[in-house]
């Protein structure tokens, strides 16, 4: 019961403070790229604070940067583990993936570019030969092994472009610098 009220309240802090930003969609055509607003922010300072981002989060940064056009674009690759899972004939699976993200910069706004690079089998050397096109039938509804797993996968997606955008606006955590 403690649990449950503590999510209640975790539940309630987290939606009044966040502004809610598009989401993006996985469909059986492919990831949905988003337009983020950030109003007072120049193309530059977004740019800026994005690379900034990309510093703190990725343990090696100048690696995983595989564009850098100044004020306008920049395109990096990045590895989760363990980011969706599929149940089949009983059986659970977990995959991780290789991505690329590009965002794009315009005074007041980003365009956050997820593309999946490829999955691989969690806890193996693997790589799954399959897209998130998988996901669906020809009828573009979703297949019943990946219900959880498109659901799972969308939220590690809008994960990633809500702490961008937590950082970009200033809304991130600050770290104590009382030390």
Do not use: C, H
Not at 18 to 36: F, L, N
Not at 115 to 125: A, L, Q
Not at 147 to 152: H, I, L, M, Q, T
């Amino acid at each position: 019961m403690k649990k449950l009220i503590n999510l209640f309240f975790a539940t309630i802090v987290t939606i009044s403070y966040s502004q809610d930003i598009p989401k993006v969609e996985i469909t059986s055509e492919g990831i949905s790229s988003i337009v983020v607003e950030i109003e007072g922010k120049t193309a530059s300072e977004l740019y800026q604070k994005t690379l900034n981002w990309i510093q703190q989060v990725y343990k090696n940064p100048d690696e995983v940067l595989k564009a850098n056009i100044k004020d306008e674009m920049v395109r990096f690759d990045g590895f989760d583990k363990s980011v969706w899972s599929a149940k089949v004939m009983g059986l659970k699976s977990s995959y991780d993936v290789a991505y690329t993200i590009e965002i794009d910069f315009k005074d007041g706004k980003y365009r956050f570019k997820w593309n999946t690079r490829e999955f691989w089998v969690s806890e193996s050397s693997n790589r799954a030969a399959f897209t998130e096109s998988a996901f669906f039938k020809k009828d573009g509804s979703v297949r019943n092994a990946y219900v959880d797993g498109k659901a799972e996968y969308e939220a590690t997606i809008n994960a990633m472009n809500r702490l961008l955008y937590n950082y970009i606006s200033g809304k991130a955590d600050k770290k104590n610098d009382d030390w």
